[in-house]
């Protein structure tokens, strides 16, 4: 029989519309059916536990319920609130109220959870009204013990997440590929805001400015971006942050900047004394004389030419220029790269891993067109779901940003089914590289607890940094799999997508209202409690700003 859950999963009835999940069977047998077969049964997710909304979802399915994806469509609404204050940020008051009054006619009733239990168990719908989750008499000394509690802005968008995904249920696997499986709800992209939605250029964070791919001052930025680089080979972490906010906020200003508009530039955001004055050198000389000099620098060069290799970074390019080493060549020399090198399977040493990338460096260099990302994709697609029927998944990175050629593939893939999305990167890795497809695995890491404290460098994602071979030219490309589980499927895409002083700017909007966001999902600080936004555009409004379309996130030079 057709489980008749639907989209009560949605967060909030703003977001209701854009979340209705599709039906799945279920293979349960139900312990009293078809009790509530005549009850329209809106579930509210907070305050409720993982457990709880998993328990309440089965109890309504073997009692076979209509779950709506509305309190409006619902003749019962079960919730765990208590009280009023907290009840409407989830429900409209004049709602609540008309359910809460009618109580007496039983037509609709706001009850506990323990209504649905205590009926499934009895075998019969029992009376709404012992089980009243507002009742007239305690409602007013609740409010006022609610208005006690100290409160945020933070709280309140946090709160009305509904707490952690419940499990998806088994679903029989399709018999088409990827691209005729129909994704849950939770999993589907956010609809797009209204095109007269206008982000603010002198917005203070990059995450809510306008960034397009190509814009009016980018010879601009790419100069200035050159002293962004050279602090970063040399570590200097603190001055290539200033650079990078400067030019992400001369990126989102929407005008060329001439001398007429230098009094206007200087109030942007990060541009300070020092950075209005190379503005100006490059208005009246069209160059910045410390930008010519750092082009011209040996060290600047060879450190740049070293970091382009897979496995090199700034200590590591450092270390090889001490020791003498200035050119391609010497790299090759150095980690023992001949002409005929064949690159080897790897044990995840750095050094084997550089080696590899030395040896593959001209294929690899080569930027990846969107149809050939495309293609890609869909080829590991039809690996994965052959795998594990049903997944989902997004290309991320650049390409999500709108680039017309990426420098390497970044796929967000999970299951609707928890446990299936456990350890599916492995077990895609192995697949492809039965099929010739991955010739070498450069870095694979599977799920591990969260890091609420962050002091582990990467996320908690399954992770597997790969070179594919492409099965018509066998051109190699360096394409990395992400696997989330699904309730942090939409955090990994956000983090994925970039750009990085777009991510920073997010992690720090985050930060503004008691959160901490990376690509493993939200946490609150005070207690380090996780939540899991069912959606792209519902991480920005927990957050508190506006949604941001990904090919406007280039906040990079």
């Known amino acids: 029989m057709a489980s008749k859950r639907a989209s009560s999963r949605s967060p909030s009835p703003a977001l209701e519309s854009a979340h209705n999940s599709p039906q799945c069977p279920s293979k349960r047998t139900k312990s009293a059916p078809g009790i509530l077969a005549s009850h329209r049964i809106f579930i509210l997710q907070a305050k409720l536990s993982h457990t709880d909304i998993s328990e309440i979802f089965d109890l309504a399915d073997s009692a076979?319920?209509?779950?709506?994806?509305?309190p409006d469509e619902a003749d019962i609404v079960i919730t765990a609130i208590g009280m009023r204050k907290r009840l409407e940020r989830h429900i409209d008051w004049n709602l609540a109220v008309s359910v809460e009054l009618s109580l007496a006619s039983k037509r609709k009733a706001l009850v506990t959870p323990d209504w649905l239990r205590d009926s499934v168990a009895q075998g019969s719908s029992l009376p709404c009204a012992d089980y009243a989750a507002l009742p007239d008499l305690n409602l007013k000394e609740e409010e006022h013990q609610d208005e006690k509690r100290p409160s945020s802005k933070s709280e309140s968008r946090f709160t009305?997440?509904?707490g952690s995904l419940p499990p998806a249920r088994s679903q029989s696997p399709p018999r088409a590929a990827h691209a005729d499986v129909t994704p849950p709800a939770f999993l589907l992209p956010p609809p797009v805001p209204p095109p007269d939605v206008e982000l603010d250029h002198t917005a203070h964070?990059?995450?809510?400015?306008?960034?397009?791919l190509i814009y009016v001052n980018q010879p601009l930025c790419a100069a200035l971006d050159v002293l962004r680089r050279s602090r970063a080979l040399e570590s200097n972490e603190r001055s290539a942050l200033s650079y990078g906010r400067a030019i992400a906020s001369i990126k989102?200003?929407?005008r060329t900047i001439t001398a007429k508009e230098r009094g206007e530039v200087q109030k942007l955001p990060y541009i300070g004394a020092k950075i209005s004055k190379m503005i100006d050198e490059y208005l009246?000389?069209?160059h910045i004389p410390e930008v010519?000099?750092?082009r011209q620098s040996e060290r600047f060069k060879a450190l740049s030419l070293f970091t382009t290799v897979y496995g090199i970074g700034p200590t590591t390019?450092?270390?090889?220029y001490d020791r003498g080493l200035r050119s391609l060549r010497d790299l090759e020399a150095y980690y023992e790269v001949d002409t005929g090198f064949t690159p080897v399977e790897n044990n995840e040493s750095p050094d084997l891993n550089i080696r590899i990338a030395l040896g593959l460096r001209e294929e690899l260099m080569l930027t990846i067109p969107r149809k050939e990302v495309e293609a890609i994709h869909a080829t590991i697609m039809d690996h994965l779901n052959t795998v594990e029927p049903g997944c989902v998944s997004t290309i991320a990175g650049g390409y999500r940003r709108g680039k017309p050629e990426s420098n390497d593939i970044d796929i967000i893939f999970t299951h609707p089914n928890a446990k299936s999305a456990k350890n599916?990167?492995?077990r895609l890795v192995e697949r492809l590289r039965s099929a010739g497809l991955v010739t070498h695995v450069m870095h694979l890491s599977g799920f591990h607890e969260y890091d609420a404290l962050r002091t582990a460098q990467w996320d908690s994602l399954e992770k597997a940094l790969t070179v594919y071979r492409t099965p018509n030219n066998g051109q190699h490309r360096r394409v990395d799999l992400i696997c989330a589980l699904p309730e942090t499927y939409w955090t990994a895409v956000v983090g994925w997508t970039g750009a990085t002083m777009f991510q920073r700017d997010l992690r720090l909007a985050a930060k503004s209202v008691g959160l901490k966001f990376d690509s493993s999902g939200l946490t609150r600080r005070r207690d380090s409690r996780l939540t899991f936004p069912r959606s792209e555009k519902e991480i920005f409004d927990i957050i508190g700003i506006p949604w941001v379309n990904p090919t406007l996130r280039n906040t990079d030079a």
């Open 424 to 426: 599916l990167c492995g």
């Open 205 to 212: 964070l990059c995450c809510s400015r306008p960034s397009s």
């Open 252 to 254: 989102a200003f929407p």
């Open 292 to 294: 010519e000099e750092m």
């Open 284 to 286: 009246f000389h069209g």
């Open 64 to 70: 076979d319920a209509d779950v709506v994806g509305s």
């Open 160 to 162: 009305s997440l509904h």
């Open 317 to 320: 390019a450092r270390t090889l």
